[in-house]
Each structure stands twice: as C-alpha cells, then as structure tokens.
C-alpha cells in the first residue's frame, strides 16, 4: 500500500521555525521526485519545494526560496521541510505528494 504521512506541523511565532516530515512507504521512494504543496484556508494549491530522487537537486517557490529547505533521506524513505523565518502568510495545510499520492497533511500555523 503506498502511503505517505506527514508530521512536525504545529503553532509557531512569526520568525519561528519548524521542521516538517514525511515517511513513505509502499514504493521505491528513492527513484522518485517528492513535492511539498501547501493549502491557505479557502485557497488552491500552492507547490512550495521538490527534491529529485537522489537529492542532488532542489527548487523552491519563490515565497519560500531562503527560508525553506527541503531535503531527504533515502535510507528511511523520508522527506524533510526546514521552515525558518515563518511568515504569517505560511500558514496552511502543508502536504508531501509524488505522482498522484498524497499525504493526509499536516497545519503549520504562525501567529503571535
């Protein structure tokens, strides 16, 4: 069964940071591109970050370029979002997602 399951999200002051994961399992995770997507209350989507398969190389939106690291770690199938600096406006439902699978999510929230 391929699954993914986010965690790490929370409330966090604004300039704060959090540390988001993903573990998947089910595939061969180390062979695939893996997203972060974020969703505003009332929004669509926003792509936030991806990582190739082998972690050589990353992009970022440019809301969150700076601030935000994505990175993996192939050995236990997981994927990290290092979130500095937050912003009022990062708050969403922050998700992992890879050709068509997605995680169930997880709130990151910043306010003082």
């Known amino acids: 069964q391929v699954q993914l399951v986010e965690s790490g999200g929370g409330l966090v002051q604004p300039g704060g940071s959090l540390r988001l994961s993903c573990e998947a399992s089910?595939?061969?995770?180390?062979?695939?591109?893996m997203y972060w997507v974020r969703q505003e209350p009332g929004k669509g989507l926003e792509w936030v970050a991806r990582?190739?398969?082998?972690?050589?190389?990353?992009y970022y939106s440019d809301s969150v370029k700076g601030r935000f690291t994505i990175s993996r770690d192939n050995s236990k199938n997981t994927l990290f979002l290092q979130m500095n600096s937050l912003k009022p406006e990062d708050t969403a439902l922050y998700y992992c997602?890879?050709?068509?699978?997605w995680g169930q999510g997880t709130q990151v929230t910043v306010s003082s």
């Open positions: 990582i190739k398969g082998g972690g050589e190389r990353t």
């Open positions: 089910g595939f061969t995770f180390s062979i695939y591109s």
């Open positions: 997602t890879s050709f068509g699978v």
